[in-house]
């Protein structure tokens, strides 16, 4: 068990990213899409003599084109930021958009005027698109959560397993009965004629206190799923984290029979077919 283990944990993977995790242009073109003809009408500000004027004008034609404009400073609407007013008010970032004047103090004081008459910025929706691409890589620490699953269903799908994906526990009585009032949702289940494989998967690029809970309360669920007939509880792991704690991996290790990493699931998928 030492030495599997030992080896378990050379296979360890500094990443799991691909290139599809860094940015997601198919919701960034979305986006955009959404509010490309206000940027259109904003556009005429681009280069403008005079500000003023350009505004009114686009005031006049569709008041709600500037209701847009918080993006161009790479805040999103749905934030509903505030700010500090030239009295000291908290006030709404919506509330520079509700009227010419308003939005005048915007610009000036953003310093998005300038930028627009010095034209500085050629195309608002190209640069509302550079944004939105900036705003996504925000957005990579809810995708690092899938990527993981993405990949193991890859692998399941490549190799002709056919699997679940979020199932709950509720789904077997005798399953429910042995966890208890923990309820669980299992991120895969693969069935076989012989056994039915409730599957959890991970993957952790560094340490934290995390690994160590998760590797304990994975440590207590699945000698109890085990302990039903015809079920299996399956860990699928990966990550240099794990190096940060190894020991309570280690002690997870001996304890649940099925743990897997991203090189050695070739055993499990060997292990279902057969």
Not at 199 to 210: L, R, W
Not at 248 to 259: D, M, T
């Amino acid at each position: 068990m030492l030495k599997d283990f030992d080896k378990f944990m050379s296979q360890l993977k500094e990443t799991n990213q691909t290139l599809d995790f860094f940015c997601d242009f198919d919701k960034i073109s979305e986006n955009v899409e959404d509010i490309k003809l206000s940027l259109c009408m904003l556009n005429s500000l681009i280069g403008a003599s005079d500000l003023r004027k350009s505004v009114e004008t686009i005031w006049n034609r569709d008041k709600n084109a500037f209701s847009v404009m918080d993006i161009l400073i790479a805040v999103r609407t749905r934030d509903k930021k505030k700010i500090l007013d030239s009295v000291g008010n908290c006030v709404p970032l919506e509330s520079m958009f509700i009227s010419v004047d308003s939005v005048m103090t915007f610009l000036t004081d953003t310093g998005l005027g300038a930028v627009l008459q010095n034209q500085q910025v050629k195309n608002l929706v190209d640069y509302v698109f550079g944004i939105e691409t900036g705003l996504d890589t925000n957005a990579r620490k809810n995708r690092s959560g899938h990527v993981m699953e993405n990949t193991v269903a890859n692998i399941f799908t490549n190799a002709g397993i056919p699997f679940r994906q979020e199932v709950y526990s509720r789904e077997w009585s005798a399953i429910t009965e042995v966890l208890g009032d923990d309820e669980k949702r299992f991120d895969f289940v693969v069935e076989t004629p012989s056994k039915i494989y409730l599957i959890e998967v991970n993957f952790y690029s560094g340490g934290g206190s995390k690994l160590n809970e998760v590797a304990r309360s994975y440590s207590d669920i699945a000698p109890k799923i085990n302990s039903v007939e015809g079920f299996e509880f399956v860990w699928i792991t990966d990550g240099i984290g794990w190096k940060s704690a190894k020991n309570k991996l280690q002690e997870a290790y001996g304890i649940i029979p099925s743990v897997y990493n991203l090189t050695s699931i070739q055993e499990f998928i060997e292990l279902v077919r057969n």
